[in-house]
């Protein structure tokens, strides 16, 4: 079989598709017959290389994969059942886990960043990173959900509490999570402002039921939001971008607002208005991936289409390196998604 890899961290001229040899099963896993991926910063990340990130190469990339089953191997699941990855993995008994909460285990990893992951023809996955996919749903859309939404479903639902009649900005709404957080936002009833590069990234998140949209390249958002809402600010703001946009993300808050972020792709090295934090008693809320439970909860709203995952591009997987070009650029709105090349 042939699988996207790369032998050493660097730029996009490490990425290859090349021969594997077959994934063998262990117990508890389930052979998947992939019939496409999707691309996520993650991938981007782990290429360059992490801090403390010491993998086995060459490593095969990606935590997001839709597919049919080969071998169910005595798990729930059977040869030909449709199903799709969720890439958090958790020791099952820590205190964290013992309590529901997966995130927080002291041993969670990501399929596709500390272990290999399904950027592949076939792959063997534990049966419980697995959820059935119902028949009618394509490919492409089971592929590109599971990570962003679930992801956007913990910060949002569980870790913000956005509730109805609220006012929230989503930064960087023309990405995956963004573009996620921007319609389980809105389904929850808030008032949702966004942020983008440009007109065609400004009118799809509006599609999805931005109320307003802010080019950040020629307007500074948080002045832009307190104009909009007649200098109150906004109840809640999601923040994946980190150093470049944080001071101005804290200042788009109104008094008792939330930030909630789950990443930082222009870097971690933010620097924080404390004074403005306990003066508007302001709340700073940290949120990775997502319990198993709230991943079945909002796939489920995917499945039936009540959340649409916007697809930027679908490449064949010998053309990862321009689906990494494409999220690094920021060119495009939505997901990449990679099919086997003999799925074209």
Not at 232 to 245: A, C, L, P, S
Not at 294 to 303: A, G, I, Q, R, T
Request: with cysteine; proline share 3%; glycine share 12%.
């Amino acid at each position: 079989m042939r699988a996207v890899q790369f032998t050493g961290h660097g730029g996009r001229d490490v990425i290859e598709y090349a021969e594997r040899e077959e994934p063998t099963r262990d117990n508890g896993e389930v052979l998947v017959d992939v019939k496409a991926a999707s691309l996520n910063h993650l991938d981007v990340w782990t290429r360059r290389g992490l801090p403390g990130l010491d993998l086995d190469m060459p490593h095969v990339p990606g935590s997001d994969a839709a597919g049919v089953v080969v071998e169910g191997g005595g798990t729930k699941f059977e040869e030909g059942d449709r199903v799709a990855v969720w890439a958090g993995t958790a020791c099952g008994d820590c205190e964290f886990c013992r309590n529901g909460d997966e995130p927080l285990c002291v041993n969670y990893h990501l399929l596709g960043e500390h272990v290999e992951g399904v950027h592949a023809e076939r792959v063997s996955v534990p049966a419980d990173n697995l959820v059935t996919v119902p028949e009618g749903v394509p490919w492409e859309r089971a592929a590109a959900a599971p990570l962003v939404f679930g992801t956007a479903w913990r910060m949002l639902v569980t870790r913000a509490e956005v509730r109805q009649g609220e006012n929230v900005l989503v930064l960087g709404a023309s990405g995956g999570v963004g573009h996620a957080c921007v319609q389980i936002a809105r389904h929850a009833g808030a008032t949702v402002y966004a942020t983008a590069g440009d007109e065609n990234k400004a009118k799809a998140a509006r599609s999805l039921g931005a109320k307003e949209v802010f080019d950040y390249t020629d307007e500074n958002f948080a002045d832009a939001v307190r104009d909009a809402t007649d200098g109150r600010g906004v109840d809640v703001v999601v923040d994946h971008v980190g150093k470049e946009t944080w001071r101005d993300s804290l200042a788009s808050l109104a008094k008792g607002g939330r930030l909630v972020t789950c990443g930082a792709t222009t870097g971690g090295d933010a620097t924080t208005d404390v004074n403005r934090i306990f003066w508007n008693q302001l709340t700073v809320l940290g949120s990775t991936m997502a319990t198993r439970g709230e991943v079945d909860d909002v796939l489920s709203l995917v499945w039936d289409g009540v959340f649409e995952p916007r697809i930027r591009e679908t490449l064949p997987m010998s053309d990862a390196a321009e689906g990494h070009r494409m999220l690094e650029e920021r060119d495009g709105f939505g997901k990449v998604v990679l099919v086997p090349d003999d799925e074209e």
